[in-house]
């Protein structure tokens, strides 16, 4: 068994260091070292540590003693209320005398044991406890920015994060089908402080957060959460109208799209109300006609007429038909022609 003593000194450290009322009974090693007492133990006042968030490293002086062939260590976290001391490692070769405990948790305090080992699983009495404390996390970032109103996509704006441990950066985004936050791009450099998220529905509200991570993994808290909206499409050109009395053309008005930055109309055509368009022609926002020239008179098409924005957004719109003039079916055009024929015929009549 580890040496009562030994326990003992941690249970008080522990004690000391929490400034607790409650006694802790004992801490019970997770195995059954075979100890001898001859053995050198490792010099407790040459033990050194550094702290990082997940990470502790440890040196100490190597012991002189021949039979030694290596070194145990024990550890036990002390602020979730272990009692349990845990061989972490063996280390293999006595003139090893740096030791890196990895994977432990921010802002956390730990107690070691170390012991010298030999031969046949025996070992020497540990150390007194030594306590130390890993790092904080890194804090937040402090400033997120999302751009709205860009077409189709959002633009992530921080500010770097001025800790040098930060490694990378992750975007998360809010997912609303499944509820919850989803990992949506890993920035790799510290530096780089910027994102565009791309392909993204029209006048649609999205939310995102950032977490800083240290080159070992170890995340910070969110950043606080942005939204940004989408920009919207273009509004439609007003008064859309498409002329059913003009022989052999076809002459469509409108009135201007109430968009600001509406840069040009944009015409398209089918001979069917629902499928089939083509673009025959672009106009600037100071044209609100078109005349389209038919071959022939009763031509029907049917158009729509498109306002474009400045980043290339369309409007949508529902099709308008027009109708050249086919005068052949004219009235007044054959009652003109009738009367024309009885003049001749009374003309000549006269004549003879």
């Not at 019970?28 to 990470?55: L, R």
């Not at 090893?96 to 025996?122: C, F, N, W």
């Not at 469509?252 to 600001?260: E, G, I, Q, Y």
Request: net charge positive; proline share 4%.
């Amino acid at each position: 068994m580890l040496n009562l003593m030994k326990i003992t000194s941690l249970a008080t450290l522990i004690l000391l260091l929490n400034g607790c009322t409650n006694v802790i009974d004992t801490l019970n090693p997770a195995t059954n070292p075979k100890v001898d007492a001859s053995i050198e133990v490792v010099n407790y006042n040459s033990i050194k540590s550094i702290p990082d968030m997940a990470n502790i490293g440890f040196e100490w002086e190597k012991v002189n003693d021949s039979r030694v062939i290596g070194y145990n260590f024990y550890r036990t976290e002390i602020d979730k209320g272990s009692k349990e001391l845990k061989l972490i490692k063996s280390i293999d070769n006595k003139y090893a005398t740096h030791y890196v405990d990895k994977g432990l948790e921010p802002k956390t305090r730990y107690a070691y044991q170390i012991s010298s080992r030999i031969d046949g699983g025996i070992e020497s009495k540990t150390t007194d406890a030594y306590i130390v404390q890993t790092l904080p996390r890194i804090v937040p970032i402090d400033f997120v920015q999302a751009i709205s109103n860009l077409p189709h996509s959002v633009k992530l704006l921080w500010k770097p994060h001025p800790d040098k441990r930060v490694g990378y950066y992750r975007i998360e985004k809010y997912n609303t089908f499944l509820n919850e936050w989803i990992l949506l791009k890993t920035i790799s450099q510290r530096l780089q402080a910027e994102y565009l998220d791309t392909g993204l529905d029209n006048n649609t509200s999205y939310k995102y957060r950032i977490k800083a991570f240290s080159f070992d993994d170890v995340e910070s808290a969110p950043s606080k959460i942005v939204i940004a909206k989408t920009k919207p499409l273009p509004q439609v050109p007003l008064n859309i109208k498409a002329s059913n009395n003009q022989n052999k053309e076809i002459i469509l008005t409108w009135d201007a799209s109430p968009t600001a930055d509406v840069v040009k109309y944009a015409i398209y055509r089918s001979d069917f109300s629902l499928l089939g368009y083509s673009k025959i022609k672009e106009v600037d926002t100071n044209t609100h006609q078109f005349t389209d020239k038919t071959e022939n008179s009763g031509k029907s098409y049917y158009y729509k007429v498109i306002a474009v924005d400045k980043d290339g957004l369309e409007s949508d719109t529902t099709s308008v038909q027009g109708i050249s003039f086919n005068n052949l079916s004219n009235p007044s055009t054959n009652v003109a022609l009738i009367e024309q024929n009885n003049t001749d015929s009374k003309s000549q009549k006269i004549k003879l």
